[in-house]
């Protein structure tokens, strides 16, 4: 499996008052890492959305394993694991150096008018079947 590797920067505006990252803003975190995985793997969400194409996620399950604080840098590492015709499993880790602080299962699925279920696109689906075997 490969997995796709993003920077991020724990700032003030991230934190709570006790000084360590807002529970939610690893759910931010890794959304900007799914996004940019996606665009590495070449997958163009522009073109979907004209489409009437976007991706949703289906399903969340978080793991809160460790808190990072403010000015840590951070890996968010995002790995597929499984593929069907109309969904996507991720895993997605939140790394301080090779700390796991949170661990997360991602269920994406693919969406058309009025949020009826479509399959994932064929562009997708040929670049991470490959990922998965």
């Known amino acids: 499996m490969t997995s796709h590797r993003f920077p991020v920067r724990v700032y003030y505006e991230d934190t709570d008052l006790a000084g360590i990252v807002y529970y939610a803003n690893y759910l931010k975190f890794i959304e900007r890492a799914r996004s940019e995985w996606v665009r590495e793997i070449g997958v163009d969400q522009r073109a979907m959305k004209e489409q009437r194409i976007v991706f949703a996620v289906r399903r969340v399950e978080a793991d809160y ?11 968010v590492e995002t790995t597929p694991v499984s593929m069907t015709p109309a969904r996507l499993l991720l895993v997605q880790l939140v790394l301080r150096q090779d700390v796991v602080l949170f661990r997360s299962e991602i269920t994406l699925v693919a969406l058309g008018d009025g949020g009826k279920p479509l399959r994932l696109p064929d562009a997708l689906r040929h670049v991470v079947a490959d990922m998965v075997k």
């Not at 394993?65 to 890996?75: G, H, K, N």
Request: glycine share 0%; charged share 25%.
């Open 65 to 75: 394993i460790a808190p990072a604080v403010f000015e840590d840098d951070l890996i």
